[in-house]
């Protein structure tokens, strides 16, 4: 039985925790945004003060310089509400990046004495799901032109990043499936937070990076590759462990006519999927400024010992939206696959092709000894292809099927082949011409579940629910809600899920959170004590319950409830997650520093 999901979304939930102040009531963010805008999900208010410090530590009378970025609104995500400084500031500035500095200069301060400067800000911040659609793509045009030039820090006509960017994208010339591509290549090198930052020729020569190298690396490739990008920065609020919370860089990229989509390859090495930090952030993510070459938060005039940065943090409002932001798809539709599966002979060869214990050769075998009596069977040509290793195997099956005369059977395989291969826009255009039956929006629903287009997955997954449900099909319309932080929908999905596939816990689990996180606690209590009751040896619902408690400051009972869980059993990684978190959660200081 799979616990894949349930885990997924606690660590989801940890990402988010939040100390100390019960949630307000559930309450939508806003109006639908248009198919080009963010979907507006989760709503959090911040209240943030940043204290600069410098101290004099020499002999002698000393003059210091202070640059203090100001965060700005962006793009609907985030609004600031209101900026105070202390003491008042000489003057403010914009830099070449479009910061807004506050700029302090102190001359002559006695040895020994210190200077301090405040910014102290409210920031809304909003979940925000961009849902773009590959197909409706555009070449980025003269607005953002500017973006795709070098500048400090960023190489973008440097000959070895060219190549490499070249290297990456392949013949992929949708400028969204190449930044697909460019993100999972950064995503994919390895990471040391205590590294220090370097250059784009160190990180691909070491292929080890911490945050700003991985997000200026991937701004560098981005234009490389003709699509503009920018490097943002600020700080990844940790609320309930507060000394993880930390200062992080992450990218941005103009895709048309989507606007700036967010990107964070650091945290999207740490994700299960691409989804969470493609195209997506978090309410965890607050911007304070822009540009690799800026300097950020800057001093002049002391040494870095004599210099402290430190950062407040009070939690003032969330809310969650109480409906649904995308399709939702209905798990009602027909549970009856017999149609879609062949007959007599043929079947007993699918049956046969799809037992895990039989070796590959064998199993391709039978899928084409079973095609040759059900030629146009979709569910054979799927085994086939998944029989098949990747390689010259692959390759030799798609040249194979491209041969005329072409048939549906044979665009989808090749489809589900290019897919594999991760040729999106060519996995498109094939999967689209093979029809529109159920393993056609099946493989589509994977498609744009892969490659972060949210709203399409929603249409595919509804659309192919109407003609039949799977497991795997109710797993990943949950997986996409979940992924988002779309409560409402998870909510309404797990709840159909959890009807159809009663013997499988996470649907229940992935429903008890989502009504927690909707402010419905006393509903998702409820629901956890009736899985206590069904599932007396599992602990995972407790430890769940915990965790979500946590998220609203009740620490006392989430101790509780987490020891309950570890009491009552949890698999060997669930008890390594829960145990090491009910330390953290003891060793919590009564109120944060």
Same mark, same amino acid.
């Given at each position: ?159 070895? =990043? ?64 003709? =699509? ?30 989507? !606007?700036?989509? +967010? ?111 059900? +030629? ?14 990747? !390689? ?24 589900? @082949? ?81 009807? =159809? ?13 989502? @009504? ?42 989430? @101790? ?34």
């Amino acid at each position: 039985m799979s616990r894949v999901l349930p885990l997924f979304l606690l660590l989801v939930a940890l990402a988010a925790c939040t100390p100390g102040r019960v949630p307000e009531a559930p309450h939508p963010p806003g109006a639908r945004t248009s198919p080009q805008g963010p979907l507006l999900l989760e709503e959090v208010t911040w209240k943030l003060r940043w204290e600069i410090t410098c101290r004099n530590s020499g002999s002698k009378p000393n003059s210091v310089r202070v640059e203090m970025p100001l965060p700005q609104d962006r793009g609907g995500w985030q609004t600031v509400r209101q900026t105070s400084l202390q003491p008042a500031p000489d003057r403010q500035v914009t830099d070449s990046f479009g910061n807004r500095l506050a700029v302090y200069e102190w001359n002559e301060i006695p040895a020994g004495a210190s200077v301090q400067a405040r910014v102290e800000t409210v920031v809304q911040r909003r979940g925000a799901a961009f849902c773009p659609d590959a197909s409706q793509v555009r070449s980025p045009g003269s607005g953002p032109a500017r973006f795709l030039v070098a500048e400090p820090g960023i190489l973008a006509d440097d000959p070895v =990043i060219l190549r490499t960017a070249a290297a990456v994208v392949g013949d992929e010339h949708n400028p969204y499936y190449r930044l697909v591509r460019l993100y999972d290549f950064v995503r994919g090198l390895d990471y040391q937070l205590t590294r220090p930052s370097q250059d784009d020729h160190e990180s691909l020569a070491s292929r080890v990076v911490q945050c700003s190298d991985a997000a200026g690396l991937l701004v560098s490739l981005s234009r490389a590759a003709g =699509i503009p990008a920018r490097y943002v920065a600020g700080v990844f609020l940790r609320p309930e462990t507060p000394q993880l919370r930390i200062a992080h860089a992450w990218a941005e990229a103009w895709i048309e006519p989507y !606007g700036w989509l +967010p990107m964070d390859p650091t945290m999207g090495r740490f994700a299960d999927t691409r989804t969470t930090r493609l195209g997506q952030l978090d309410p965890a993510y607050v911007v304070a400024w822009e540009g690799r070459g800026s300097r950020g938060f800057a001093v002049q005039g002391a040494r870095d010992s004599e210099v402290g940065l430190v950062l407040h943090q009070e939690l003032v409002s969330r809310r969650a939206p109480s409906t649904p932001s995308l399709t939702l798809p209905s798990l009602t539709g027909s549970r009856d696959l017999t149609p879609m599966l062949p007959t007599g002979r043929a079947l007993e060869l699918l049956k046969k092709a799809m037992d895990p214990g039989l070796d590959p050769p064998s199993r391709i075998r039978a899928c084409r000894e079973g095609l040759k009596l059900a +030629p146009e069977s979709k569910a054979l040509m799927r085994a086939l292809v998944v029989a098949s290793p990747a !390689g010259p195997a692959r390759q030799a099956l798609d040249a194979e099927l491209a041969r005329p005369p072409s048939s549906s059977n044979a665009l989808f395989g090749r489809g589900l @082949l290019a897919l594999e291969d991760e040729r999106w826009t060519q996995a498109e255009d094939l999967l689209r011409a093979a029809g529109e039956d159920f393993p056609v929006q099946h493989a589509l629903a994977d498609l744009f579940i892969r490659t972060c287009q949210p709203r399409r997955a929603s249409e595919a997954l509804a659309q192919a629910t109407r003609q039949a449900v799977t497991f795997r099909l109710a797993q990943s319309a949950a997986n996409l809600f979940a992924d988002l932080g779309d409560w409402a929908g998870l909510a309404r999905v797990a709840e159909e899920a959890a009807r =159809i596939y009663p013997a499988s816990p996470e649907f229940e689990l992935a429903r008890a959170q989502a @009504l927690f996180r909707l402010g419905d606690q006393d509903a998702s209590e409820a629901l956890v004590a009736r899985m206590r009751i069904a599932r007396p040896g599992d602990g995972l619902p407790d430890a769940m319950l915990g965790l979500l408690h946590l998220e609203n400051g009740r620490r006392d009972r989430a @101790l509780q409830l987490l020891r309950r869980g570890l009491r009552t059993g949890l698999d060997p990684a669930e008890r390594d997650f829960f145990a090491d978190l009910a330390r953290q959660v003891q060793e919590m200081p009564d109120q944060e520093p």
